[in-house]
C-alpha cells in the first residue's frame, strides 16, 4: 500500500483560518485572497448559472433581443414570464454579460450575439438537462449505482441499438454535425493538409468535417466511413467524395486514403475499442501517411475544465468512453505502430486539440 504524502506549504497556509484573516486586513494579499473567494464562490454557484442560461435559451430571450431592443414590460408579454420573474431571470443573464440594460430597454450584449451565432451551442444547452438528471446524486453517478439516462440518450454508440428506431441516426448525426462545424474548422486550422490527396473521416456521420475540408482543399480526394443507417442521411456534397458504410468495430478500414481522421471518435469508446481501432487505420495507411485525432483532450498533469471536468463527466455518463490526455492517447498510437507523435497548440482546447502521428 502506498504511504500518503505530506500537504504543501502553501495549502497548509489556505488551511490555517487564522492566516486567512491575516492575509485579508493586508493590501498586499487581500486582492488575492478576494480573487480566491470569488472563484470559489463561481464553483459553488455553477449548476444556478447553467440553468438560468437554459431559461435564457427556452424562452428565446437571446432571439428576441437579436431583433430589437425591448422595455420590460413588453419583453414580460412577449415571453410570458410574470415581470417580477423576468426581471430577475434577465439579471441572471446581464450577470453573465449575455444581455445589457441601457436607457430603459434591455438589448442583446455582444456575448449574447456570440452565443447565438456559434453552431451547436443552443443544442448543447437545451442538451443538458439530461446530463444533469444524471448528475443529481453525484454520489451515487461516481459509485455506478445509478444508470444513467445519458447511455440510453445515445444508443447510436452502440451499433445495432440504433435500429430499434429509424430516426435515432438521423437525430444524432444533425446535432453532432451542428457541433462539429466549429470543431472541423479549429482542427483544419491546426493539420496541413495541402500535400494530402485523399482524406478518409471515420465515423465522420453526415460528414460536416470533409465538407469543410473541401472547401478548403477543393481537389482533395474524401471518403466518408460510418454506419450504413448514418450514411443513408449524408447527402453528397462534392463529386470527389466516396461513401464508404460500415463499422469500425466489426471491419476492416478501407485503403487509399494517406490521412485518415478520427473526429470526436476516440472519446465516445472505452480502451478495448480504441485500441484495436488504432491498429486498424494503422494497417489502412501507407507508410507515412497520418492519422489525425481531434477532440477534447484531458490537460494531464494540468487539468482543463472543459475536457476535465465537463467532458470527462460526460463521457463517463454516456458510459461509453473517456476523456484521455495527451500522453495516454501517445502510448495508444505508438502501441498501434504509429511514429512522430505530435500535439499542436490547440486554439481553443475547450473546442477540440488535435494530436498527429505517421505510420512508420
Known amino acids: 500500500m502506498t504511504e500518503p504524502g505530506r ?3 502553501f495549502t497548509r497556509i489556505a488551511l490555517s483560518p487564522r492566516l486567512h484573516e491575516i492575509f485579508e ?26 440553468q438560468a442560461l437554459l431559461a435564457i435559451v427556452e424562452f428565446r430571450i ?16 412577449r415571453t410570458g414570464l410574470a415581470e417580477n420573474r423576468l426581471a430577475v431571470l434577465m439579471q441572471a443573464g446581464a450577470a453573465l454579460k449575455l444581455v445589457k440594460f441601457r436607457r430603459g430597454m434591455w438589448e442583446l450584449a455582444p456575448r449574447g450575439a456570440a452565443f447565438i451565432t456559434v453552431p451547436g451551442l443552443e443544442a448543447m444547452v437545451r442538451h443538458h438537462p439530461v446530463l444533469y438528471r444524471d448528475l443529481a446524486d453525484p454520489v451515487a453517478f461516481l459509485k455506478g449505482d445509478i444508470e444513467p439516462e445519458l447511455a440510453g440518450f445515445w444508443p447510436y454508440v452502440f451499433g445495432p441499438l440504433v435500429q430499434e428506431d429509424a430516426g ?14 466549429i470543431v472541423a474548422d479549429d482542427t483544419l486550422r491546426l493539420v496541413d493538409l495541402k500535400n494530402a490527396k485523399r482524406l478518409m473521416d471515420v465515423g465522420g456521420g453526415t460528414g460536416t468535417f470533409l465538407r469543410q475540408a473541401a472547401k478548403l482543399h477543393p481537389n482533395l480526394d474524401l471518403t466518408l466511413f460510418d454506419l450504413p ?3 443513408a442521411v449524408a447527402e453528397p456534397f462534392s463529386p470527389r467524395l466516396t461513401l464508404a458504410p460500415g463499422s469500425f468495430r466489426d471491419d476492416p478500414i478501407p485503403t487509399g486514403a494517406d490521412v485518415i481522421s478520427l473526429v470526436r471518435v476516440l472519446y465516445d469508446h472505452p480502451d478495448n475499442v480504441v485500441e484495436p481501432l488504432l491498429k486498424k487505420v494503422h494497417d489502412a495507411l501507407p507508410p507515412g501517411g497520418r492519422i489525425v485525432v481531434s477532440e477534447a483532450i484531458g490537460g494531464g498533469a494540468k487539468p482543463d475544465p472543459a475536457c476535465d471536468i465537463y467532458f470527462a463527466f460526460y463521457t463517463m455518463a ?34 477540440t486539440s488535435v494530436i498527429e502521428a505517421e505510420r512508420g
Do not use: C
Open 7 to 9: 500537504v504543501s506549504f
Open 25 to 50: 486586513r493586508t493590501p498586499l494579499f487581500n486582492r488575492v485572497t478576494r480573487r480566491e473567494g470569488r472563484a470559489l464562490f463561481d464553483v459553488v454557484a455553477g449548476f444556478v448559472h447553467s
Open 229 to 231: 443507417h448514418v450514411l
Open 168 to 181: 435515432l441516426a438521423e437525430r444524432y448525426s444533425q446535432l453532432m454535425a451542428d457541433s462539429q462545424r
Open 62 to 77: 437571446l432571439h428576441i433581443l437579436a431583433e430589437a431592443s425591448w422595455p420590460l414590460p413588453a419583453l414580460a408579454d
Open 318 to 351: 454516456m458510459s461509453s468512453g473517456r476523456t484521455r490526455n495527451p500522453e495516454e492517447i501517445k502510448k495508444m498510437l505508438e502501441a498501434a505502430g504509429f511514429v512522430k507523435v505530435t500535439k499542436p497548440r490547440s486554439l481553443r482546447p475547450f473546442i
